[in-house]
């Protein structure tokens, strides 16, 4: 079995690598085309090409890596963060694949490609070693609700994909009215968004390849059936410098970081989740982190990021990137509905005896299907086209983020074992 974990690893690190030379190639078909002796169409035409293929061979690589995890494990590979992230990479690149046979918009893969790059990067941040199912994961249900909640939102991915490129096509820079500043600013915000979670990998992973640790030593007051109040302490490890201290903790090794020698406060007592104060300190690294990144993308492009991207965007037609996300997200909406919710159910009476609890994964996974239910109304019903229905799909797909991420690692509930 160790042998097929090996070659699963091989094979995901093949995906990356092909996803990150695709993305390349379909950076070069879009902006490179001006500085081609070709003729423009036919240089987008032949690196599209390229990059298509090997998008298409990156998936490949990415299946095997997931049918061979789940030989070599013993069960479907969807059962934590890093393997459910994995998959929803491969679910994306799946339905890019799917829309980009309809629609051939070499701009998608522009936009399609990082997003599966970070995703999957970001799934690289947890650990990797398959797990023991635990007894609520034993089940037939696990292949079908994970795997077509996911295959769901990889849909709602494309369409925020489109959706975004489609804001930043029709931005008007030389505008300085009210409104025209609001538009610039909130699509700008949209990237800064983005580098925001991109921020949170690279720091991730410099400061664990610089082997950096502090440790705390945290007591926790919890009530029983009875009444009576439990005293239990516990060591919370960090990976990141500690700005922020674990509540109620005494510090056990601290490794001093650009002159701060101990944290710079505590969290809050009503942060009262699994390592919260970690979890918090881990946010704000992520902003330091992505702000830096951005900062630093702004001083190389002298401008404002979306303001550099638009000029390369002049050919696309805005109308077919809307259609491109509204069929993406139609065709995602039912898939998800039978995943997220009615599948969900089934597995909640046989697992806890009860279909619905308000476990706030349960709330969130209702807000992101209400959400998008909107959204098809005011499209179908209301005439929403344009860029409200773009925006739509850009804060549907943040919706769908938080529940996948910030549901998981910060608030506590029932699902909080896919945060292991």
């Not at 239990?232 to 509540?247: D, F, H, N, Q, R």
């Not at 989740?273 to 330091?288: C, D, Q």
Request: proline content about 4%; aromatic content about 16%.
């Amino acid at each position: 079995m160790k042998w097929w974990l090996d070659f699963s690893s091989n094979a995901f690190i093949a995906a990356f690598f092909l996803y990150c030379a695709s993305f390349i190639s379909y950076a070069i078909a879009v902006g490179g085309k001006k500085w081609s002796n070709r003729k423009p169409a036919e240089h987008t035409a032949r690196w599209g090409k390229i990059a298509f293929g090997l998008a298409a061979v990156g998936w490949l690589a990415h299946l095997t890596f997931f049918f061979t995890r789940w030989y070599g494990g013993g069960h479907i590979p969807t059962s934590n963060m890093y393997e459910f992230m994995t998959f929803l990479g491969m679910a994306i690149m799946f339905a890019f694949i799917v829309i980009y046979a309809i629609y051939r918009n070499m701009m998608l893969g522009a936009f399609t490609l990082p997003l599966v790059i970070i995703i999957i990067a970001y799934a690289s941040v947890f650990p990797s070693e398959v797990q023991p199912l635990i007894p609520p994961l034993q089940s037939i249900w696990l292949k079908i609700h994970v795997t077509m909640a996911a295959s769901g939102e990889a849909f709602f991915a494309i369409g925020f994909a489109a959706a975004l490129v489609q804001l930043i096509r029709v931005v008007d820079f030389s505008r300085t009215d009210k409104a025209g500043r609001r538009a610039q600013f909130w699509t700008e915000f949209s990237l800064y968004v983005i580098i925001v979670l991109v921020g949170f990998i690279v720091a991730v992973f410099a400061f664990r390849g610089a082997g950096y640790e502090a440790n705390f030593k945290q007591e926790t007051v919890t009530i029983d059936d009875a009444g009576n109040a439990l005293t239990s302490v516990g060591e919370v490890k960090y990976t990141l410098p500690p700005i922020v201290a674990p509540y109620n903790s005494e510090t056990v090794s601290f490794q001093s970081f650009i002159g701060i020698k101990q944290p710079l406060f505590e969290a809050p007592s009503w942060m009262n989740g699994v390592n919260a104060g970690r979890k918090l300190n881990t946010v704000i690294w992520s902003v330091i982190a992505g702000s830096l990144l951005y900062g630093l993308l702004r001083l190389i492009a002298r401008k404002k990021l979306t303001a550099a991207i638009n000029p390369h965007l002049s050919d696309i037609d805005p109308d077919d990137l809307e259609e491109i996300s509204y069929r993406a997200i139609a065709i995602g909406f039912p898939v998800f509905t039978l995943g997220a919710l009615i599948f969900a159910m089934i597995w909640a009476e046989i697992a806890w005896s009860r279909f619905w609890g308000w476990d706030p994964k349960e709330v969130w996974a209702l807000i992101t299907w209400l959400f998008y239910s909107a959204y098809l109304h005011l499209r179908l019903s209301r005439g929403w086209q344009g860029t409200r229905s773009a925006w739509l799909a850009v804060i549907g797909f943040l919706v769908v983020m938080f529940t996948l991420v910030g549901v998981n690692l910060v608030i506590a509930g029932l699902h909080s074992y896919a945060g292991v």
